[in-house]
């Protein structure tokens, strides 16, 4: 085989490998996404910054909180709840796709 043509294919295992190990790292990060900074988590660090239907920042008491599509992974989408006011990161959800 002509050496130019062997080095594509090898460029090509390469970045095959590299797709994939990335994929394998966005399912781990899916998995353990919300675990530590979830909702629930977040009404038990901070009980009068959130209730029914509303939560605030802890930085800033803002209360336009908007979500952010962060990573998409075959099972599900993993979002950031990011205060509007200031940009902190305030707890984390996931959506099952
Ligand atoms: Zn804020």
Redesign the pocket.
């Known amino acids: 085989m002509d050496p130019s043509r062997l080095i594509f294919y090898r460029i090509l295992g390469l970045v095959a490998i590299v797709r994939l190990v990335i994929m394998l790292i966005r399912e781990m990060k899916g998995r353990s996404w919300d675990k530590a900074r979830n909702l629930g988590w977040y009404k038990e660090t901070y009980p009068n910054l959130a209730g029914d239907g509303w939560v605030a ?1 802890f ?2 008491s ?1 209360k336009n909180i908007h979500i952010r599509d962060t990573i998409t992974t075959t099972k599900a989408v993993l979002n950031s709840h990011i ?1 509007q ?2 940009g ?1 990161e305030l707890y984390r959800s996931v959506t099952p796709k």
Do not use: A, F, L, R
């Open positions: 920042c930085s800033c803002g205060c006011h200031c902190t």
